[in-house]
């Protein structure tokens, strides 16, 4: 059993910056593949980026890619979600989400693939 829990979140303005935190209650999360993800008003979750067990693999939408930074330190039992050069579009509910398929090599992106979720956190990004 996972627990999640995000934060973090908040207003800005377009070009600046958020970090999200996700902190999880398993004993074994550094076997796991975590993900954010994220839900706009009136649109499906959208995969946003994903970390294998080890960090060692990561993974990013396009639409994000070379702004937002995902990490993870086992230790400490959290991933986090840095976001630069945020944009209007960026604007939804984030969720953290954990792929219980232990030792995963890959990062999946299918919604459907995530076993638990947390209760997100909202980012909203002023034009």
């Known amino acids: 059993q996972v627990q999640l829990v995000e934060s973090g979140g908040g207003l800005v303005q377009a070009g600046g910056s958020l970090r999200l935190s996700c902190a999880a209650s398993?004993?074994?999360?550094?076997?796991?593949?975590m993900g954010w993800f994220r839900q706009a008003p009136g649109k499906e979750h959208e995969f946003v980026a994903g970390i294998n067990w080890s960090g060692r693999n990561t993974h990013y939408a396009d639409s994000v890619k070379g702004r937002f930074t995902i990490s993870r330190d086992n230790d400490k039992n959290t991933v986090y979600l840095q976001m630069n050069s945020l944009k209007p579009e960026d604007t939804a509910v984030y969720y953290c989400?954990?792929?219980?398929?232990?030792?995963?090599?890959?990062?999946?992106?299918?919604?459907?693939?995530?076993?638990?979720w947390g209760q997100g956190t909202q980012v909203t990004v002023s034009s």
């Open positions: 398993g004993r074994t999360f550094s076997s796991y593949a």
């Open positions: 989400a954990t792929d219980t398929a232990r030792w995963l090599p890959v990062v999946r992106t299918s919604p459907s693939e995530y076993d638990y």
